[in-house]
């Protein structure tokens, strides 16, 4: 999502500019125009409209509207700024409307004013999606989108907001990493699942209808905003079919099937040299035909005009148009189908009946959140209001949303938590130690309020404040200050890091250290400091800190992303151990030598040894000189695993025409009717083996085979459990085998990997080995299985046995599925 800026061709800062002082909701409209569609205690003559009666079906009253419009009237509402039909009591509609990590007035559809100054500003997304916490997840779509419905009814926000963003952030130097749920498709499937839902879902669960409507974006494939002259407007993603299918569709796919999203966002770039707005496979094919979308497809800002404009992908405006169009955009953020859509259908490049359909998926999103239903204060969550937002349970959500992401690098013995009853003075000093908006990263909103770093500290101990850079540029730092201040103080913390200047949309880095002269000022600092030296990095993208690593008067590092409006109490609660650190890094951290030796344009996620490409993220990296890895974090205890169950061997069903009867297979399609309930448990016992409560993420990772190119490592699953001093819980996984001990072929087709799949968990491991075995039938099964009925650490004994075979002894057939796995 974004302007164009000064990108060549029409400028969408001068449309939102224009937009913003005429209309900015549904709310300020002309006089003649209703404030509420179907109002008809307002306006009595609607109530004849079929459209209006909000008993009868979606599917009905869509139809019911459509066939009222005229051409013109239709392509009006092709675009987000959509218009008014006075003469059946429409408003005009703003569509464009940003909830990121709370409601933003980013977009002409949503502002605040003296009514609701302002709303809960969370986490940006790669702190949030460090917690590792999907029920996190899902709690802070659902305040947002309540804070959203509030804004609504008072007339200062739309329906429709244009969040997550859920692209892989594949390489460190993307300046809208900070955006995203980090590099592993996995998280970011359930981050965008989660959030989706907690936005989207009503109180009664209806699917029918929407709380609001969120958009999963940029699909797909979509990375480089402006990197050494390479520029999202114009950038070709060369992507194979191996890595689109492993990679970068599956946070989609889970958007949409698993979150049932209502809009889907195509993206400015190209890939394999189709624009994404224009290629019907991505969107008719995949998007609304193998994923069925319920709902619309929106163009990234101004895509339409990309494509023709600067891409020159169609001769003409009318050729753009019909297009997209035909290949399932249904709604253009910008005016460019506004403004050639009519002379497509007149010269036979579109139909009308595709422009039906477009504005056919708008309508319906619409109906579903209560649009068409009139007056909103006698619908679902009418009662919300001012009241409903910035509330202190918001608030303290969002400050507890940013202490479950902090992450604890580096803690040397006896450095932190520090104790507020042995610290009488405290240093704080950095570019980052006193910011307020850096806090709130991109895409943000006006917040409650602001605590920042130094005043949440401050509310622990005594502070001495020492900027050391006037910025994060840190051009010319006040060393002398600064070392006075960290030279007569117990401890120092100093808040480095970056801002929206050094990382940022349409900003990529090309530089991974820390900005201008930040380094040689924590060198300074810790030369001068008589007690610990806490290191904090304030960033959406990692940093190459090796020499703080490495350094032994650095005694620990956190890195806190941007925290959100209270991410200077979260920091404090951490630093004094109200709070045990519990994030987990969602994206690797790479030194210096990495972005000088790969092109952040190529694509490819997997190695090349005859090129000497390293491949990206953990999943693939073959590099040995990572500063921290996906996953990395530390807590104030020690957590122990212990594996309690899990299966040595299972078998794949084969047909018996099956070729891999007659020959030596790696790997065997994944066929739906062979999966059915193909599935185990992994069992572990967590245990708390230190005297400090806390919270303790627990990874299961598989390295399947090596077939395919398979990763070296992938995410099967995780789970946050809390866990009191001295204490264990069992943590259970399911283990799907076709879903998760299969992988990508290099032409996109799913395989099961036959051979030893090698389970992580911390520090255990555990080899599970799959075969494909001819199916003879329901009872033999299960003899074979119950014959070596063995699981992990923990043996079947003879009782067990016996116990189970008479009770299978009348069994004459069985449901397949049932004897699928075999647990030996």
């Not at 689109?244 to 394999?272: E, H, L, R």
């Not at 009418?382 to 969002?398: F, S």
Request: proline share 6%; glycine share 8%.
């Amino acid at each position: 999502m974004g302007c164009r800026g000064n990108n060549p061709g029409t400028s969408l800062f001068s449309l939102f500019l224009v937009l913003f002082l005429t209309s900015l909701s549904f709310g300020d409209v002309s006089a003649q125009s209703p404030v509420f569609a179907c109002d008809a205690a307002k306006n009595p003559g609607v109530g004849a409209f079929g459209f209006c009666n909000s008993s009868s079906s979606i599917g009905d009253r869509v139809q019911d509207l459509v066939k009222r419009l005229t051409l013109q009237e239709k392509i009006t509402f092709l675009v987000n700024k959509a218009g008014a039909v006075s003469r059946l009591g429409i408003p005009s509609y703003e569509w464009w409307s940003e909830a990121l990590h709370g409601v933003s007035y980013v977009g002409p559809g949503t502002h605040f004013s003296s009514v609701v100054p302002g709303a809960t500003s969370f986490p940006q997304v790669i702190l949030t999606a460090a917690s590792f916490n999907t029920t996190l997840f899902q709690a802070i779509g659902k305040v947002v989108s309540t804070e959203a419905r509030a804004m609504y009814n008072v007339g200062l926000a739309g329906l429709t907001f244009w969040s997550p963003n859920i692209n892989i952030f594949r390489d460190p130097r993307w300046g809208r990493g900070q955006e995203t749920p980090g590099e592993d498709p996995l998280l970011s499937s359930k981050y965008a699942a989660g959030y989706v839902t907690g936005l989207q879902q009503p109180d009664g669960g209806d699917p029918n209808r929407l709380k609001v409507a969120a958009c999963c974006k940029h699909y797909t494939a979509y990375d480089v905003d402006n990197w050494k002259g390479v520029d999202r407007y114009h950038f070709n993603a060369v992507v194979t079919k191996q890595d689109m299918d492993d990679t970068f569709q599956p946070p989609f796919k889970s958007c949409v099937i698993d979150g049932n999203v209502a809009s889907v966002m195509c993206s400015y770039n190209q890939v394999n040299g189709v624009p994404t707005c224009a290629d019907p496979d991505l969107l008719a094919g995949t998007i609304r035909g193998e994923w069925k979308l319920n709902g619309y497809v929106v163009s990234d800002c101004d895509s339409v005009d990309v494509l023709y404009s600067n891409q020159h992908y169609t001769k003409t405006p009318e050729d753009a148009a019909a297009v997209t169009i035909n290949a399932g955009l249904d709604l253009d953020c910008g005016q460019f189908l506004g403004k050639h859509t009519e002379a497509a259908v007149k010269s036979g490049k579109v139909k009308e009946s595709a422009i039906d359909n477009a504005v056919s998926n708008n309508f319906a999103t619409l109906m579903r959140l209560g649009f068409f239903d009139g007056d909103p204060s006698k619908q679902p969550y009418g009662n919300l209001g001012p009241k409903d937002v910035c509330t202190p349970q918001n608030q303290e959500l969002a400050r507890e949303a940013a202490r479950q992401g902090i992450v604890l690098l580096k803690n040397v013995e006896g450095s932190l938590p520090l104790s507020p009853n042995s610290i009488k003075s405290l240093a704080v000093i950095g570019p980052n130690a006193n910011v307020t908006k850096t806090m709130i990263g991109n895409y943000e909103g006006t917040p409650c309020k602001y605590t920042t770093p130094l005043l949440g500290l401050g509310a622990y101990v005594s502070t001495v404040y020492a900027p050391g850079c006037s910025n994060v540029a840190c051009s010319s730092p006040s060393v002398d200050d600064a070392k006075k201040a960290a030279s007569g103080a117990d401890a120092t913390v100093l808040v480095m890091g970056a801002d929206q200047s050094v990382e940022a949309e349409s900003r990529d880095r090309v530089d991974l250290h820390l900005p201008g002269q930040q380094q040689l000022l924590v060198v300074e600092v810790v030369k001068a400091a008589k007690g610990p030296v806490i290191l904090v990095i304030m960033s959406g993208g990692p940093m190459d800190i090796s020499f703080a690593k490495d350094d032994a008067g650095v005694t620990s590092i956190l890195w806190v992303g941007y925290p959100g409006e209270a991410g200077g109490a979260a920091l404090a609660d951490v630093i004094f151990g109200a709070f045990n650190p519990s994030g987990r890094l969602p994206m690797t951290w790479y030194p210096q030598s990495f972005a000088d030796k790969v092109a952040m344009t190529n694509m490819n996620m997997r190695p090349d040894p005859s090129t000497g490409y390293p491949g990206r993220t953990y999943r693939f990296y073959t590099g040995n000189d990572t500063l921290y890895l996906f996953g990395d974090g530390l807590s104030y205890t020690q957590f122990n695993h212990h594996l309690v169950r899990a299966p040595k061997l299972l078998h794949y069903p084969l047909e018996q025409a099956h070729e891999c009867h007659s020959r030596n297979c790696k790997s065997v399609d994944v066929v739906q009717d062979s999966c059915q309930n193909l599935v185990f448990d992994v069992h572990l016992r967590v245990k708390n083996a230190g005297s400090v409560h806390g919270a303790h993420t627990v990874f299961l990772f598989s390295s399947p085979p090596s077939v395919h190119n398979s990763p070296r490592k992938q995410l099967l699953g995780f789970e946050k459990v809390f866990l009191t001093a001295r204490t264990e819980k069992v943590v259970k996984f399911r283990v799907d085998v076709c879903r998760d001990l299969s992988v990508v072929d290099e032409v996109g087709s799913r395989k099961v990997a036959l051979g030893t799949h090698l389970l992580h968990v911390g520090d255990l491991t555990h080899s599970l080995t799959v075969k494909a075995k001819l199916y003879v039938g329901a009872v033999e099964d299960l003899f074979f299985g119950l014959l070596s009925f063995s699981y992990g650490t923990v043996g079947s004994s003879s009782e067990s046995f016996i116990s189970l075979l008479q009770s299978c002894r009348s069994v004459t057939t069985m449901p397949v599925p049932w004897f699928r796995i075999y647990d030996a």
